[in-house]
């Protein structure tokens, strides 16, 4: 059986203090995307990493 890619949507807006750990969370699917609603805190940065 073919595998299919699995992909995660992250809603985010000022979530430094977790998205690390949500990230690190579901570093085994193919591919995540986040979507910032004007965060002014570290969550783009983080993010980019």
């Known amino acids: 059986m073919k595998k ?8 985010v807006q000022n979530v430094e203090d977790i998205i690390e750990k949500c990230l690190e969370s579901i570093k ?9 609603a004007y965060s002014t805190d570290r969550t783009v940065e983080i993010c980019n990493r």
Do not use: M, N, Q, T
């Open 28 to 36: 085994w699917v193919d591919e995540i995307f986040i979507v910032d």
């Open 4 to 11: 299919r890619p699995l992909s995660a949507s992250i809603p």
